[in-house]
C-alpha cells in the first residue's frame, strides 16, 4: 500500500582516526540491507568526528532538505558521543534506532573498530534525553537484526501516518453500549485520529438520487463474484447499493479511513435494512475499515492494524470460551479478504429483526494476532495476543432454520484463554493473519500506550 511505505534516514559514524575506507564500506553495507526491505531512505556520507564539525554539519543540512519519519543512528565504530549527539538534536522528534555494527573474523582474530564502544555510550543518553528509540546491535557472523529494524521503523511512519486520520459515524452509540465510546481530546492527542460523524437522513436523501446505471453495474458485478445460497429480492439488493453510494460519496468527501454505522438501533430498526452489504462493499470496493454499532475504538483499532499490515484489519466477536480457545464469529460480514474461495451470501433473519443479506462465507486459517485499544480517561491501552484459527461447526440461536454457518474461526490462544480473558476490553477485536506483535508493540511504545 503506496500510505504504508517506510522512510527513515540513515546515518552511518565512525571515528576519525579509524581506517575511512572500512567505515565508509560498513555504513554503505548496512544501508543497502535496509533499502532491501523496501524503505525509502534518505541518507547523507558517513560523519566522523573531524575537529571543525564540517562532517556533522553537512548531514544536518543533507537531511534537512529530505523527507523521513524516522532516523536510523549506525555506528561502524567508535565516536566520541557529541558528534552523534548533534546532528540526532536536530531531529530529536523523530524515533531513532541506534545500530551497532560488528567487526569480523581474520585468521582466527577479532578485528574490530569497536562500534558498541559507541553505541553503549549512547544507550542511555539517548535515553536522558527522552529519544523514542530501538537499539540494536550485530554480531559476527549473524545476519544483522533486519526484522527488528523493520518492526520499528514501520511503526514509526505509522505513528506519523495515522495523526491525518478519520473516522465516519453515522449515529451514536448503538445500543447504548458503553464500551463503544470515546474521549475525543485524549484520541486525538494520543493517536491524531478524528471521529467525524454525519447523519442518517443525508445518507437515506444522498441514497435515492443514486444514478441507476451505476446501481445496475454494482449489481450486475456482486451477481457474477458473490455466490448467492438463495435468491436475493432484487429491489433489496437496488436498496443496499444506493445507501453504499450514498456513504461513498460522504466518505471520499471527508476523506475518511474507516466507517461505522449505527446498526440495531439505526439502520435496522429505523430503515428495516440490516447493513451488512454495505459493509461489504465499502470494505471491498472501497478498502475502507468497516466496523458495526458505532464502536469508535474498534475503528480506531483497525486503522492502527491496517497501517502496521497492509490488511483490512477484519473484525470479529466473542461467542464462547472453552479451555484451549475462543470462538470467534459476526453476525453480518467480513471483508473479500480474509474469505476461502468465494464469497458467499444469503438472505436470512435474526429474532425480530427483518431479513437482510447476511455473509456466510468460510473464513480463512492459520495463524493470527488479535488486537484492540481502550482506554480509561487519558489511559489507553492495547491488548494484544496471537493464536490459530480453525473452523468449528456451530450456530448462533435465532436465526431461521436452518441456521447459518457464520464466518467464524476458532482461535487457540498462545497464552492461557483465562489469562486473555481477564484482558478482554470488548465484544470487538481485530484481527490481521501472521504475527504482527513486534510492530504492534513498538507502535505502542512510541505512542506511550500500554501493552497488556
Not at 460523524?197 to 445518507?203: C, I
Not at 438472505?347 to 485499544?373: E, V
Request: include cysteine.
Amino acid at each position: 500500500m503506496k500510505d504504508n511505505l517506510i522512510k527513515t534516514a540513515f546515518v552511518g559514524f565512525g571515528e576519525i582516526n579509524s581506517p575511512q575506507e572500512l567505515i565508509r564500506e560498513m555504513c554503505l553495507q548496512a544501508r543497502e540491507e535496509v533499502e532491501s526491505l523496501g524503505v525509502e531512505v534518505a541518507t547523507t556520507g558517513h560523519v566522523t568526528d573531524d575537529p571543525e564539525g564540517k562532517d556533522v554539519q553537512r548531514a544536518i543540512d543533507d537531511l534537512s532538505r529530505q523527507d523521513f519519519d524516522s532516523l536510523i543512528v549506525c555506528l561502524a565504530g567508535w565516536i566520541p558521543s557529541h558528534a552523534v549527539i548533534s546532528i540526532t538534536e536536530a531531529f530529536k522528534d523523530k524515533p531513532m534506532v541506534l545500530w551497532g555494527l560488528a567487526g569480523k573474523m581474520e585468521n582466527g582474530r577479532v578485528v574490530t573498530p569497536a562500534p558498541q564502544a559507541g553505541t553503549t555510550a549512547l544507550r542511555k543518553v539517548f535515553g536522558d534525553l527522552g529519544y523514542k528509540f530501538r537499539y540494536v546491535y550485530n554480531i559476527i557472523g549473524k545476519p544483522s537484526p533486519l526484522g527488528t529494524i523493520q518492526n520499528f521503523l514501520l511503526a514509526a511512519t505509522a505513528a506519523k501516518n495515522l495523526r491525518s486520520t478519520k473516522v465516519g459515524m453515522m449515529g451514536f452509540r448503538d445500543m447504548k453500549l458503553y464500551n463503544t465510546l470515546y474521549e475525543g481530546l485524549s484520541l486525538k492527542e494520543k493517536i491524531g485520529t478524528e471521529i467525524e460523524y454525519f447523519e442518517m437522513l443525508e445518507m437515506f436523501q444522498l441514497s435515492q438520487q443514486a444514478d441507476t446505471k451505476e446501481i445496475a453495474g454494482i449489481l450486475k458485478k456482486m451477481k457474477t463474484e458473490w455466490e448467492f445460497e438463495q435468491e436475493a429480492d432484487e429491489g433489496f439488493l437496488k436498496k443496499g447499493i444506493a445507501c453504499y453510494l450514498a456513504i461513498k460519496e460522504i466518505a471520499e468527501k471527508n476523506k475518511f479511513g474507516a466507517i461505522s454505522l449505527k446498526d440495531v438501533d439505526g439502520m435496522k430498526k429505523i430503515l428495516d435494512f440490516p447493513p451488512a452489504m454495505i459493509f461489504m462493499l465499502l470494505s471491498d470496493e472501497m478498502n475502507l475499515c468497516t466496523i458495526p454499532e458505532n464502536d469508535a475504538m474498534g475503528a480506531v483499532t483497525q486503522l492502527v492494524v491496517k497501517q502496521l499490515t497492509g490488511q483490512s484489519a477484519a473484525y470479529l466477536e466473542f461467542y464462547e470460551f472453552f479451555e484451549n480457545s475462543v470462538l470467534m464469529g459476526v453476525p453480518d460480514y467480513v471483508p473479500a479478504e480474509v474469505v476461502e474461495g468465494k464469497i458467499k451470501v444469503k438472505p436470512a433473519a435474526f429474532g425480530n429483526i427483518g431479513g437482510g443479506l447476511l455473509n456466510i462465507s468460510t473464513m480463512k486459517t492459520g495463524r493470527l494476532t488479535l488486537a484492540r485499544l481502550s482506554n480509561t480517561g487519558n489511559r489507553y491501552s492495547m491488548h494484544i495476543c496471537t493464536g490459530e484459527g480453525k473452523l468449528k461447526a456451530w450456530e448462533e440461536a435465532g436465526w431461521d432454520y436452518p441456521a447459518p454457518q457464520l464466518p467464524s474461526l476458532d482461535i487457540h490462544l498462545d497464552v492461557p484463554v483465562d489469562d486473555f480473558v481477564q484482558k478482554i476490553s470488548g465484544q470487538h477485536y481485530i484481527i490481521a493473519y501472521g504475527d504482527h506483535t513486534g510492530p504492534l508493540k513498538d507502535y505502542c511504545y512510541l505512542k506511550n500506550i500500554e501493552v497488556v
